[in-house]
């Protein structure tokens, strides 16, 4: 067994198909209409068939008051590994990105947290 698709919560998919792709640098790999929504799934460029990162609705009844609750406790709802922490921080923050959190030691890690504009916060680390 072995994950192959996980999911993000988006308030707009093509808002945040956008924000994946342009500015965070992912690659759209599978998009398939599904009536007012899209099976949309991003993937690293550097790992094409690797993990997809299905751009989910938030269309269950449950989905926005969860994703709300976590983004007013500053809790980030996934986290992407950085090779060069400080130097992503500073290419997202040229580009506009709203960071919750610089990039800070957190034991064997750095970590930084930052807005999705689509109702997340997401956590960017490197270890080592």
């Known amino acids: 067994m072995k994950i192959t698709v996980t999911s993000v919560m988006v308030d707009d998919q093509a808002k945040a198909l956008t924000f994946y792709t342009e500015v965070l640098g992912f690659v759209k790999k599978t998009d398939i209409p599904l009536g007012e929504f899209r099976w949309l799934t991003?993937?690293?460029p550097e790992?094409?068939?690797?993990v997809e990162l299905l751009l989910e609705p938030t269309a269950h009844p449950?989905?926005?008051p969860f994703q709300k609750a976590l983004f007013d406790d500053g809790v980030p709802l996934t986290s992407f590994a950085s090779a060069d922490i400080q130097q992503e921080y500073e290419r997202l923050t040229r580009m506009g990105v709203v960071f919750r959190t610089k990039p800070t030691a957190a034991g064997p890690a750095t970590v930084a947290v930052f807005e999705d504009?689509?109702?997340?916060l997401i956590q960017l680390h490197q270890v080592g």
Do not use: P
Request: a neutral charge.
């Open 117 to 120: 504009t689509c109702g997340n």
């Open 47 to 50: 790992g094409a068939d690797g």
């Open 42 to 44: 991003v993937v690293s």
């Open 62 to 64: 449950a989905a926005r």
